[in-house]
């Protein structure tokens, strides 16, 4: 490790990692949140480093940003002489030589005196080395909120503190505002309320590019439902769940529309609509050349791509969505309102990426096929109430934009189209036990079958449509 780094002043720019590096080449590949699994690392160089505590300090916290095979990762290393038996499990291996020589290194998060010294940073704004911290100036956040981890995430990386507020913390980084951090703030200063807005969050400043954002905090809303845990919960009961499926709907289109007004918007002609299906026609391919399963569906699932391409009068409107919209990324808060989150995107796409105005109607598929996803969870399979939420959410979305999703069914059948690959893939890579779910809807949607969801005709005295944008 380089000198600077271990005197607290923190270092950029791509240097090798010394001694640490062997330990973390046989870690990294084991880390849930960690995408190059199954594969061994091949480049790994440290990008930067800066110590949080002064040196010498017991425990120590080391921040590293790490180039492996060129996607940008971020790591909080705690070191101490010795472990205790409650931090054996975040053990990362023992340093033999330079400034960590006999030392413990191990996974920081899990340290509450680490956890805690990570909020006091974004309690007090302010730079160290690379790392900028940053607050909204109108919130006071409490002193000596007791940390504890978030169980069960895979992309990243959550702390709570003191059941009054949420960090997340970023694996894989990129230049650029990340969206959890961008939508959020812009919801908030529109006065949207479904979006919990940030208190706090740190970046990285590297040389000659852009921020890199690491981490952000916001409140932790304390005794709401998880929106698939809540589903599950209705399904095994037997109970109806449209009410909270057309209020669910409801909220997703005041974000949308909020999201609509505070951000740019465009317009998607048909050259720029054909482009869009020729990228879900890639994606197809590309799909069925990894999972043989699809191949008897793939040209039916295309004549949804090709209808879209073929809508030459068709103008799309896009604008800032979610982007990995599913009832897991919801709340039913202690009020019964619905809230969303993590808007991050899908964090394999590149940020660049995930930053693009898209067709709201990317968010909604999402939804749509999520419902199915908890019905088809249940034994027996639950159709009837799969297609009864699909419903509902659509005419709630219409009670708040004046126009239901189900009446562009060719666009909403290229998103579903789109959606279901993107889960046969999924699924056959990480879950294979789940592939009955998303292959029941690629047999569906290659057969050109209309959803059951299909819009109720439309009433003479019904208002005239309007999407939430120009």
Not at 13 to 30: C, D, I, K, N, Q
Request: charged share 20%.
């Amino acid at each position: 490790m380089s000198e600077a780094a271990s005197a607290g002043t923190g270092t950029t720019g791509a240097t090798a990692l010394g001694p640490l590096e062997p330990m973390l080449r046989a870690w990294l590949p084991a880390q849930r949140w960690f995408a190059g699994k199954g594969r061994e690392i091949g480049r790994l160089r440290m990008i930067s480093a800066a110590e949080l505590l002064p040196p010498g300090s017991a425990p120590g916290l080391l921040h590293l940003l790490l180039d492996v095979d060129g996607d940008c990762y971020q790591l909080l290393l705690g070191v101490r002489p010795a472990l205790p038996p409650a931090l054996g499990p975040a053990r990362i291996g023992r340093a033999e030589e330079g400034p960590y020589a006999g030392q413990i290194v191990y996974e920081g998060l899990g340290d509450p005196r680490l956890a805690a010294l990570l909020l006091e940073r974004l309690r007090t704004p302010g730079s160290l080395g690379p790392l900028r911290f940053d607050r909204d100036p109108l919130t006071l956040i409490p002193a000596a909120l007791a940390p504890r981890p978030l169980s069960g995430e895979q992309t990243n990386s959550s702390l709570i503190y003191g059941d009054a507020y949420i960090l997340k913390v970023f694996r894989r980084v990129g230049p650029g505002v990340n969206p959890d951090l961008e939508l959020p703030r812009a919801l908030a200063a529109a006065g949207c309320a479904r979006v919990p807005a940030p208190v706090a969050w740190y970046e990285a400043e590297l040389p000659g590019g852009e921020p890199l954002t690491l981490g952000v905090l916001q409140p932790y809303l304390r005794g709401s439902d998880d929106g698939w845990q809540l589903a599950l919960r209705r399904l095994g009961a037997g109970a109806d769940f449209t009410a909270e499926a057309h209020a669910l709907g409801r909220a997703t289109a005041e974000v949308h529309s909020a999201l609509a007004g505070a951000l740019p918007t465009l317009a998607l002609g048909p050259e720029q609509t054909a482009r869009l299906a020729a990228g879900m026609t890639a994606r197809l391919a590309a799909t069925v050349r990894e999972v043989p399963a699809l191949r008897p569906f793939e040209a039916g699932l295309r004549q949804a791509f090709d209808a879209l391409a073929a809508s030459r009068a068709l103008t799309v409107p896009a604008q800032r969505i979610h982007g990995d919209l599913h009832l897991g990324q919801t709340l039913r808060t202690a009020d019964g309102s619905w809230t969303l989150i993590d808007f991050e995107g899908e964090p394999a796409r590149p940020l660049a990426d995930r930053r693009r105005p898209e067709p709201a109607v990317r968010d909604i598929a999402g939804i749509l096929r999520s419902f199915d996803y908890a019905a088809r969870s249940h034994r027996p399979f639950a159709p009837a109430w799969a297609d009864a939420c699909r419903a509902a959410f659509c005419a709630g979305y219409a009670v708040t934009t004046g126009r239901d999703p189900r009446e562009d069914p060719v666009l909403l059948r290229a998103y579903e189209t789109d959606k279901a690959v993107y889960e046969a893939r999924y699924e056959s890579r990480h879950r294979p036990d789940w592939m009955h779910v998303p292959m029941a809807a690629i047999r569906r949607l290659a057969a050109g079958a209309a959803p059951p969801t299909s819009p109720p005709p439309p009433s003479p005295t019904s208002p005239p449509p309007r999407r939430p944008h120009p």
